[in-house]
């Protein structure tokens, strides 16, 4: 009974959403979702945040004062070895970095974007739902996978007003669920 009880609410919860892959993304500020994926010698990190842990606002940046503030949030999120630090003996580099956003167009979220140019698109479904997201997507390879065993996560220093974040992982180890805090912030496998 209990395992049709879930199976009903997992059919209706996709169906009403009608995007099953959005299904759990509940948007609460100060709270981020963190995927972390080992695979020898690659890390592939996703970071789906709510806009306000990183900016002072939700939606398409207006003002110049907004602007600047999107692209330095930019700029410091795609210094992602700063925000993601692994044991020096496992000899990480930082490969990819790609950033969007409903909210805020792909060009201002670009590196050195100084002339974005506007668009119009996907503003209006998001100014009424008045809430946006981030959603990070970062990679590394490690040159030594055998040293491979944690990750510090300094977003909580950059960004302060992320306050949790809930991290599934995948790695050698197995797949393990983890809450990281500001004062609870490495990742160990
Ligand atoms: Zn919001």
New binding site residues.
Partial sequence: MKKFLIFCMAVGGALVLGDPVSAHDA?E?GVAHLNLVVDEQEVEIELET???NVLSF?HAPQTDAQKKEVRDMAALMRKADALFVFPAQARCELAEVSLDSDAVDREMLASGSEGAQEHEHDEDANEAR????LDVEVSFLCRDPGKLNSVTVDVFKVFPDMRRMDVQMFTPKGQKAAKLTPESNVIQW
Avoid: K, M, Q
């Fill in positions: 948007h500020h709510p806009l306000a939700e008045g809430h946006g997201d």
